[in-house]
């Protein structure tokens, strides 16, 4: 097997613990040591799978997508039926997934750093493919009920977004229980796709 084929199986192996470690230390206090403790592995193995912290980082970013279409195909969302099964499926995924792992705030700490233009492009690429993606879920839902898409996707869709930020900011400072937290996602969500929870 070529180098470059076990490097790239190597990265996709130590990407969500390198990932998990910017989620919980943040970009400057998570040193190149401590991930690789983190990864088990010594710190020479991260340099050769990647350039230097901030390609990891990058890579970390990246990594939040992927994770997110992961979890979609692994809980068979295209598999549902009809379009309010569908609908129901992703907003419950999506409301239990609020604040997983910690994860979304590697996009907070990105956000204090996008004075770096390689994270800003990171960070843009992140909600574009995000955006596109929900934006797609929106013309299946609507097409699927007979309804018309209209310019107004790309609107509903940044807003459903927007309301996944805040939740997770609502995570993070504990400002409502889980329950509550899942209630209110769903029943906005719903709100913003023009159907009652």
């Excluded at 919980?24 to 990864?39: H, K, V, W």
């Excluded at 997983?100 to 907070?108: P, Q, S, T, V």
């Excluded at 839902?141 to 996944?164: C, F, H, M, P």
Aim: proline letters at 3%; one cysteine or more.
């Amino acid at each position: 097997m070529p180098r470059q084929h076990k490097d790239e199986e190597r990265r996709s192996e130590l990407l969500p613990l390198v990932a998990e470690a910017f989620g919980d230390l943040g970009y400057r206090r998570a040193t190149t040591a401590e991930i690789a403790s983190r990864c088990d592995v010594q710190e020479n193995i991260l340099y050769r799978l990647w350039s230097d912290k901030k390609a990891m980082f990058i890579a970390s970013i990246d990594y939040l997508f992927v994770r997110r279409m992961e979890k979609w195909q692994s809980h068979n969302v295209a598999g549902e039926k009809t379009n309010s099964q569908r609908a129901s499926r992703l907003i419950q995924l999506t409301s239990e997934d609020l604040g997983e792992a910690g994860l979304y705030r590697i996009i907070f700490t990105a956000l204090s750093e996008t004075d770096d233009p390689d994270v800003k492009r990171a960070l843009q690429r992140l909600y574009k493919r995000y955006h596109e993606r929900v934006k797609a879920e929106l013309r299946t839902y609507y097409k699927r009920q007979d309804k018309l898409a209209s310019n107004e996707d790309a609107a509903t869709a940044w807003a459903l977004i927007g309301l996944v930020a805040f939740m997770n900011i609502v995570v993070d400072l504990d400002l409502m229980s889980g329950r509550k937290r899942r209630e209110l996602f769903t029943e906005i969500s719903f709100r913003l796709l023009g159907d009652p929870p």
